[in-house]
């Protein structure tokens, strides 16, 4: 399978990706925009959005019953060399199902999930699925 999306130069610090039929204005600049996201929000998206992918996946597979989802991620960067080090998720959850069953649901997420699996070959990755009323 392969991916693409294609990147176009708006103006000086200021791009734009196409993204299926949606358009995404991202921050490129040295000094930081704050009111875009920036390329270390995408990939922290990107991982979220495994999450989440999965989440709805494997809950198909497995009749496991939730009714909403909300996650907080968070990295930690190096200077130099500039890389991440950490990613700490938490995937707050509301539903029924026994604790076994949540750690089922977050076993198959860490295993089979195509982003999370790239990302952390290279990057410690930890988080936990908990559940709340939401």
Request: one cysteine or more; charged letters at 30%.
């Amino acid at each position: 399978m392969t991916y693409k999306v294609e990147s176009h130069f708006i103006e000086k610090g200021l791009t734009s990706f196409a993204l299926g039929n949606e358009t995404l204005k991202v921050d490129v600049s040295k000094d930081r925009d704050v009111s875009l996201p920036g390329p270390a929000e995408l990939l922290l998206t990107a991982l979220s959005s495994c999450i989440l992918k999965n989440i709805e996946r494997f809950s198909d597979m497995l009749k496991f019953e939730y009714s909403k989802v909300h996650i907080e991620m968070e990295a930690d960067r190096r200077e130099s060399p500039p890389q991440f080090i950490e990613i700490r998720y938490k995937v707050m959850m509301e539903t029924q199902e026994e604790v076994h069953r949540i750690e089922l649901l977050h076993k198959n997420i860490k295993k089979f999930g195509t982003v999370y699996n790239s990302l952390s070959d290279e990057i410690n990755i930890v988080g936990e699925i908990v559940k709340v009323d939401l």
